[in-house]
Structure formats: C-alpha cells, structure tokens
C-alpha cells in the first residue's frame, strides 16, 4: 500500500516522514514540485502481533509494511512540475495532508490549518476536473465515430458526466455512488478526490487544539501531532530510552502507530495474522474480503485451492493460551471461501495444489 505525504511548503510533511521512518531526510528545506521524492517502507505496529511472537518464539516475525512517499509541498499557483507531483500524488492508494499549526519564519501565512484542508481538498477537485473534462472531450469525439468501442465509451461517457457535475458541485467523488461497471470504469484514472485521506495537524507542544480537530475532524480523520520535531527525535531512540522520553513528554503512542490506525480505518482496512513456529505474521486486507482472498494474499495457490479456513479469533487464542486448548474448547471454527475475515483472525489455510 502506497500513501502519500501531501500539504502546502513547510507544513512539517519531511518532519512527519522523519518520525514514522527514522530516515532522517533534510527538513526545512523548500523543495520545488519537481523536486526530490523520499520513499520509505514503513512497519505497521501490532501489539496483538508481539503478543503472539512471545507465545509462538517464531524464527521470523513480520508486520505488514505500507510505503510513505514524502511529497514536495503542493504549490497553489501553476508552476513548472505541478502537473507531474500531481500525477505522482494520484499514484497512491491514501493521503495524508499534514497541515501546519505552528508558528513558522518560513512561510509568510498566519496558522490556519483549516484553511490549508480546504485549499488541498479544492486543489484535488481541480485535477481531477481537468482530468474528466480531458478525457470527455475524448469520448464525445469517439462516441460519434461507429468504432470497437463504441458502446464502452458510451458507457463511460455517462459515468464521467455525472462525475464532472459532482466535482463541479465541488463534491469529492469518493461521497458518489458507483455500481461495480462505473466503478471498475473510473477506477483506471486514479482519482484524487476518491482517495482515503487523514490529516495530520502539527502543532506546538504544550498546546492541544481541541478547537482545530474538532473542525478537521468534521471532515476527515484527523491525528494531532504535539510537535512533530520531537517525533522526529523519538524515532531515532532505541526501545528503552523510546519509553523515557515519551513518558517525559508525555506521549502515549507515538505518531506512527496512531497515524497508522488512522490510515487502515480511513482505507477500511484491517488485519488478519498466521501463527507458527517459522513465522508469525500480519497480513492487511479490506474488512469486507472473503477467506478466498485473505489466501490470496498470501499465495495464489492457496487461494486456488483452498479447501477451508481454520479460523481462531484473537481474543479466544489470548484468553485459551495456546491452540491445542483453543481447540479444545470448541472456538476453532472452519470456514469456507465467503466468510468475511474478522479483524484479528488467526487463520491457518487447508488447500491442495
Ligand atoms: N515548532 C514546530 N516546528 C515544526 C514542526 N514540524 C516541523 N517543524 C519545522 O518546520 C520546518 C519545516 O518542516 P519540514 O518537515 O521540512 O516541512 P515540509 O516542507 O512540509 O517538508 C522545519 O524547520 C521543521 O523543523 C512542529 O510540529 N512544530
Ligand atoms: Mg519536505
């Protein structure tokens, strides 16, 4: 899963990079639209997962993994590479705009982070429009023409006119309701308004804004950072002085956790985990999927031939102990390929290939 750090120059989006990678990248830096992009995979913490690595004392432990790209700040006039740090932004599976709350010398605007949504919610709606209106031009053109595709085109005519009248209703078209065609049709553009966004409010220490999420958070997720510089300082510690300085500071769970959360709700996603001796694992699939394609995550064999899902819930294998007692117990359930995998599921696949 790709996720972008997107928001206006010098709103702490390198910052927030720093804290959830411990890459280090240079901060306060003006970068121009073309400039450099920074990329980094980025474990998913899940102290459900440790727990079952304390049990199971696997030889290998994995948490899934997403990929942040830091971006170059979005720019609001139209400057040369604007075109293609939007192209690059559509390329990602969720958002999240990191809006500035704290006093900065490097840009001349007063704080105004609800501002700053709006503004990149209007942007998002902006390119995406030129982008519909492109691509009808298009079919208007082609429609006309007795052609292979005639039909399709037609199809798809429809489905991007009414996307055209929403975002020109400024509506983001992500809120419009799609049948499985006119989803699958719209899917290939990579619409930026259809994207999960959170946003991250970086502000001062000492200085909750309640007033400010409660704005933001009327609109979109929203995880309140008290200084991202110190963040950035605690993702560079070692697990024992980790705990000290958050204690000192006050922080019950680092950013990366919290923004992590934020993103698989905003994505629907959630995690279902394999138990064993050689691993323990966590794998991320959207909370409506099937068993059938939880296996296909892990293997397309599995999922081709899958015979039954050996399901545990979390709680249960907790509270039991360990799966023989599970077992026992009668909460080893066996499910085929339609059960809808439960956040937490240990699951163990029986396929034949
Ligand atoms: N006071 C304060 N400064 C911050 C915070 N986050 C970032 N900064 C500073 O703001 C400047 C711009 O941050 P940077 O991450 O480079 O912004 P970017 O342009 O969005 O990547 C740097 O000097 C950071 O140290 C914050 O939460 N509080
Ligand atoms: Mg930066």
Known sequence: MKIGLCGFPASGKSTVFNALSAQGVPTGIP??????????????????????????????????QVEFTDFPGIPLEETKGKGELMADVRAMDALVLVLRGFESDLVAEEIDPVGELASLKAEFLLADMAMIEKRIERLEASTKKPTKTQDRDKK??????????????????SEMKLDSTEEEMTRGFRFLTQKPLVAVLNIEDDAARPDLVAKIGAEVAVVELMNAKIEEEISQLDEEERTAFLADFGIEEPARGRILRAI?????????????????????????????????KIHSDIARGFIRAEVVGYEDFMTAGDMKTVK?????????????????DIINFRFSV
């Open 156 to 173: 798809e005519l429809a489905v991007l006119l009414r996307c055209q009248a929403q975002v020109e209703s400024e509506q983001s078209l």
């Open 31 to 64: 970068t121009p639209p073309q400039g450099d992009r920074h990329v980094a995979a980025v474990p998913v913490p899940d102290l459900r997962l440790v727990k079952l690595r304390d049990i199971y004392q696997p030889k290998k432990f994995t948490l899934s």
């Open 328 to 344: 026992a117990n009668g909460q080893a359930r066996l499910e085929g390929k339609e059960y809808t995998v439960r956040d937490g």
């Open 264 to 296: 698989y709700e905003a994505s629907g996603l959630h995690s279902f985990f394999t138990v064993g001796e050689d691993e323990v694992r966590a794998w991320a699939i959207h909370q409506q999927d099937h068993a059938v394609t939880a296996a296909s």
